[in-house]
């Protein structure tokens, strides 16, 4: 039976401008991931693996070419429409965690159950269930800078799964952490896939990342290929 294509990108080109100077960042990009896959994208510094993955997110619109996510034609969708693809169906973990300093890990994780209109009783079993599933049971009322690396990845993890995304994207989930703790955030990437059926794209600079992914892609000079 043919798995199906969850993201699909056709030609996808993108420029900034900054200052008078043009720089591309994505030359002609195709991509097909199918549902339930974890790819692993590597690239140097500056390839234009964050510039992707915020166009699978439609955080930023490209300049020629189709992005296809379950199903929807981004180019189609207004900024409405966009948004209620980030809130439903892909989550973004940026490459900072993303994590607000005021709130506590217990209110970072509640914040998208909240936007989405979730009544009380029912966030809070969710949030202490994906508490849980972090392994990070008896931290809710911790703030973000008191917590290690590989525990802020594991909360900006569950915040990103509060809504059940079918597709999950991750920015250098590992870049600031030791091999330990990125082997074990890896880890935690894989329990989702396998407990979830998310389908998870990961890019990093860090080529070690690729032994944990199903499939392994590489992005250079704005162009994406496979790996064997
Ligand atoms: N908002 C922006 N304005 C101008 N140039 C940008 C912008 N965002 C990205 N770029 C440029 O586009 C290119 C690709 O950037 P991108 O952040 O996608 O790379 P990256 O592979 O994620 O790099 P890193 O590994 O350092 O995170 C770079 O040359 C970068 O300077
Ligand atoms: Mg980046």
């Known amino acids: 039976?043919?798995?199906?294509?969850?993201?699909?990108?056709?030609?996808?080109?993108?420029?900034?401008?900054?200052?008078?100077?043009?720089?591309?960042?994505?030359?002609?990009?195709?991509?097909?991931?199918?549902?339930?896959?974890?790819?692993?994208?590597?690239?140097?510094?500056?390839?234009?693996?964050?510039?992707?993955?915020?166009?699978?997110?439609?955080?930023?619109?490209?300049?020629?070419?189709?992005?296809?996510?379950?199903?929807?034609?981004?180019?189609?969708?207004?900024e409405d429409g966009l948004a209620m693809l980030r809130n439903t169906i892909v989550s973004f973990i940026p490459q900072e965690y993303g994590l607000i300093d005021e709130l506590s890990v217990y209110e970072n994780i509640e914040l998208p159950l909240l936007l989405a209109g979730i009544g009380h009783e029912e966030r809070r079993a969710r949030v202490r269930e994906l508490i849980e599933y972090i392994g990070l049971r008896g931290k809710e009322h911790v703030k973000p800078k008191y917590l290690s690396g590989g525990e802020k990845q594991r909360v900006a993890i569950a915040r990103a799964l509060a809504n059940t995304p079918s597709i999950l994207l991750a920015d250098e989930p590992t870049a600031n952490l030791d091999w330990e703790n990125a082997s074990k955030v890896m880890e935690l990437f894989k329990q989702v896939n396998r407990d979830f059926k998310t389908t998870i794209i990961i890019v990093s600079h860090d080529p070690r990342i690729l032994r944990f992914v199903d499939r392994r892609l590489i992005l250079q000079d704005g162009v994406l290929r496979e790996v064997s």
Do not use: F
């Open 1 to 78: 039976m043919r798995r199906d294509i969850v993201v699909l990108l056709c030609d996808v080109w993108k420029s900034y401008r900054s200052r008078g100077e043009v720089v591309t960042a994505l030359r002609g990009v195709n991509l097909r991931v199918a549902r339930g896959e974890i790819v692993g994208i590597h690239g140097p510094s500056g390839a234009g693996k964050t510039t992707l993955l915020k166009i699978i997110a439609g955080l930023e619109r490209p300049d020629r070419g189709e992005v296809i996510v379950e199903g929807y034609n981004l180019n189609q969708l207004n």
